[in-house]
């Protein structure tokens, strides 16, 4: 009888023996997974702007296209997604266009691709101009020359890409947003097209962590308080 009792005992402990183990594991796990959770939550949010490209210079599809790649690229690795919309000078698809109507939101950006630099008030580099909050200007000329100067002109898109993250950087950044090195010098050497085309010309760590709070920042604006926000 004592036998029987023993095993019995024996066969009831090792279920219940599993079994805590197999609870401890889950809230290992659980534990684990919560903590990442809340580590990565905001951070994980997507941070998406729109870009409405309006083309005004000799720049073809093909070479517009690859530059927006590249700004992609270099916001991307500032942690923003860019989503673009071509919104044509003269002929579009009844869809883009309404999507170019639209009223301007705060994560909305307008860029101007402009053949040749023009007389404002607001020219500030070589590279283009902004007007806050949402309208950037490019010259697609002066990236032409830049590639032509450095015998990248087979890398036009590229340095184009880099001239269009650069000024949509001031508009994320604010004023007074040039720096000593990388992305936002105010002019641009030969090494820094050289960055530009192994991919190291960036935003610094610190313009990516005020990018990001400043793209966020446009994202919590109600559509309709634009007009109270400066939109």
């Known amino acids: 009888m004592r036998i029987i009792s ?10 219940r023996h599993r079994l805590w183990w197999g609870l401890r594991v ?3 796990v659980l534990v684990i997974v919560g903590a ?11 941070i998406t702007l729109t870009i409405l490209v309006h083309n005004y210079s000799q720049a073809s599809r093909a070479v517009i296209m690859a530059a927006e790649r590249e700004a992609s690229r270099i916001l991307r690795e500032a942690g923003v997604r860019a989503v673009w919309l071509e919104c ?13 109507r639209k009223p301007v939101e705060a994560t909305d950006i307008q860029l101007r691709i402009l053949s040749a630099p023009i007389r404002n008030q607001y020219q500030d580099t070589v590279f283009g101009f902004v007007v806050n909050p949402v ?14 100067a450095d015998d990248a002109q087979f890398e036009l ?3 184009l890409g880099c001239v269009i993250a650069h000024e949509i950087g001031h508009l994320l950044l604010g004023a007074d947003s040039h720096s000593g090195s990388g992305l936002m010098q105010r002019q641009w050497r030969r090494e820094s097209v ?21 793209a966020r920042r446009r994202m919590r604006v109600p559509k309709a308080s634009l007009s109270e926000h400066g939109y």
């Open 6 to 15: 023993n095993r019995n005992s024996t066969t009831t402990r090792a279920p």
């Open 26 to 28: 889950s809230i290992v």
């Open 36 to 46: 990442t959770s809340a580590e990565s939550g905001p951070e994980t949010d997507p």
């Open 88 to 100: 044509k000078v003269d002929q579009s698809t009844a869809d883009t266009q309404e999507l170019c």
């Open 135 to 148: 309208l950037a200007s490019v010259f697609y000329d002066y990236a032409v020359r830049l590639a032509k």
């Open 157 to 159: 898109p590229i340095v």
């Open 194 to 214: 050289r960055k530009a085309m192994t991919g190291a010309l960036l935003f610094s760590a610190e313009e990516s962590e005020v990018i990001r709070a400043e």
